[in-house]
């Protein structure tokens, strides 16, 4: 990361999705570790759910973010998977406008790193969605300490050279 100290920090607001049949806020630990990040590089937590593996659920609370323009960026954790239930991918589908190609190519890259070639069974993607930024993690501790310190939080630093996700926020409804 390379970081421009004559630039301003921009805090952006962001809300987190746990997509689970089985965890609970007490059981969240993914969630838990990518709230206190968040919380820890200066940005705003504005809202935090769990839901089932249910596509229309996830894209109804996806379509209620993206219209309140005090969500920057949705982060999401779980539901990444091959298996039957994993429908976080199919749920991006319903709302997004472009696909972010390169964050599921990273990811994977990096996860290789770490769990080798384990790492294809991952649909780890992010799209932008009428002017806001989604970003789906697997829902491993390790998935998301790897999506957040390792692409996330340089990406979603105003100050990251030579560019990054913040800077861009302002021209994603152009046409």
Not at 139 to 166: H, M, T, Y
Request: charged share 25%; glycine share 8%.
């Amino acid at each position: 990361m390379a970081i421009d100290p004559a630039r301003t920090f921009t805090p952006i607001q962001i809300a987190l999705l746990t997509v689970s049949d089985t965890r609970g806020l007490d059981t969240d630990t993914s969630g838990d570790i990518l709230a206190a990040r968040i919380r820890a590089k200066g940005h705003q937590l504005v809202a935090r759910a769990i839901d089932r593996d249910d596509a229309s659920a996830i894209a109804a609370r996806l379509n209620a973010w993206i219209d309140d323009r005090g969500v920057d960026a949705v982060v999401i954790t779980g539901g990444t998977g091959l298996t039957g239930r994993d429908v976080t991918p199919e749920a991006l589908d319903r709302v997004k406008t472009r696909d972010i190609p390169g964050f599921g190519e990273l990811f994977r890259w990096i996860s290789y790193q770490t769990i080798g070639t384990s790492t294809i069974q991952s649909r780890a993607c992010a799209v932008v969605a009428r002017g806001t930024y989604i970003f789906a993690l697997p829902g491993s501790n390790g998935a998301v300490k790897d999506g957040w310190d390792r692409i996330l939080d340089e990406q979603l630093d105003s100050r990251n050279r030579p560019c990054n996700f913040v800077e861009l926020m302002p021209r994603l409804l152009e046409r």
